[in-house]
């Protein structure tokens, strides 16, 4: 019998502004899960990052499942019923359409789903990020599982020497999901010629070309393609398979010390280097930085231990702080050039309108 991990994320409300959920909040939410799940979900665990709260469930009903879907959906209204008793900010934000049909993807939470036959023992990754899109996974990814610069293993175990095959998504089109696949290491080029471009293409899903098992699957929600205008970023969540045949933990972590810029901070407008924080954080400085947290689970028959935090660890606090200089350093330069997004990508209609009765002040001079 196979396994599903299913993680499901959505905004519905948050204290002091998109800063971090509230305890109430968080609470029905997990009251929720555990009442209606009862039966239908193995296990569950629920955490926040940012002002996102993330259900990930376990079950054997496959991925894409209606009563999956619809128990996160349920939940997330449960939330925002106290979101709005308590005044939050932004309550049922995320929550995009008035009713849920069929499937949350769509509808504004964010969703990563993995389907598999456990191993002996597994051994895996669930990241959530926020303040910031789906992209921002790209450039982690492309290291862990293409450069043996980051990921020893390509060159250390047999099991990974085939390598992997990357799902690209074209995230721009709205008529439907435009993939692409590419394998590393001999399509390399390509896969970089596509990933350097963040709110373009963003990997979906990666495969062990060894086994053909499914490794990796990120959410590639773009809210902005939901919504038709800015209603937050897309804050995205994504699970990692590892060790064995898959890279380890630490090979799979080790890109985020890099601390990239990415899309996001804050209005979902500007650029602002990418923090690895512990779980449960919130949210502070220009409402960014963005952040990412990871919690590391095993699990056994759908059975989850309680997650180790992979960013709770010294060498992070030295990483956190260098992450530090560069959001202050590229603020330092405000909404100038590349610290601001560029036009198509600025999340507030306002600037479109001001654009426009300047462009209408413009002479050509004869
Ligand atoms: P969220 O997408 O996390 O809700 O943030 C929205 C925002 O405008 C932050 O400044
Ligand atoms: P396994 O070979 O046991 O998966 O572990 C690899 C390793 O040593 C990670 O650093
Ligand atoms: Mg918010
Ligand atoms: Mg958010």
Not at 25 to 53: C, F, N, P, Q, W
Request: glycine share 10%; charged share 20%.
């Amino acid at each position: 019998m196979k396994t599903t991990l299913s993680v499901i994320k959505a905004d519905v409300g948050s204290i002091g502004g998109h800063i971090q959920p509230s305890k109430r909040l968080l609470e029905a939410v997990r009251k929720h899960v555990a009442t209606e799940g009862r039966g239908l979900v193995t296990d569950s665990y629920i955490s926040y990052t940012g002002d996102d709260i993330a259900i990930l469930m376990t079950h054997s009903r496959g991925k894409g499942n209606e009563k999956i879907h619809q128990l996160a959906w349920d939940a997330f209204v449960a939330g925002t019923r106290v979101a709005k008793e308590q005044g939050l900010y932004g309550a049922g934000q995320d929550l995009l359409k008035d009713s849920f049909s069929g499937n949350v993807k769509g509808l504004g939470p964010a969703v990563a789903e993995l389907d598999f036959d456990e191993r002996p023992n597994e051994p895996f990754l669930f990241f959530a990020a926020d303040k910031t899109d789906p992209g921002a996974y790209n450039l982690p990814l492309y290291l862990a599982f293409t450069d043996p610069m980051y990921n020893s293993g390509l060159i250390l175990s047999p099991a990974m020497s085939q390598g992997f095959r990357f799902v690209i998504m074209d995230v721009s089109c709205t008529e439907g999901d435009r993939v692409v696949e590419l394998n590393a290491p001999e399509d390399m080029y390509d896969i970089a010629a596509l990933l350097r471009d963040n709110q373009r293409f963003v990997v979906e899903a990666i495969y062990s070309r060894t086994s053909g098992e499914v490794v990796v699957s990120v959410s590639t929600t773009r809210l902005h393609n939901i919504a038709g205008k800015y209603t937050g970023k897309d804050d995205p969540v994504m699970l990692v398979r590892v060790q064995g045949a898959f890279p380890a933990t630490g090979e799979v972590l080790a890109p985020f010390n890099i601390g990239h810029y990415v899309a996001g901070f804050m209005r979902g407008s500007h650029t602002g280097p990418l923090m690895p924080v512990r779980s449960n954080s919130g949210i502070s400085y220009f409402d960014g930085p963005p952040v990412v947290s990871c919690q590391a689970f095993c699990v056994s028959k759908g059975i989850l231990t309680e997650p180790a935090d992979a960013f709770d660890h010294p060498y992070w606090d030295f990483v956190r702080t260098k992450v530090s200089q560069k959001a202050t350093d590229i603020r330092a330069q405000g909404f100038s050039g590349v610290s601001m997004l560029h036009y198509g990508e600025l999340e507030y209609g306002g600037i479109v309108e001001k654009m426009k009765k300047l462009e209408n002040m413009f002479k050509v001079r004869a």
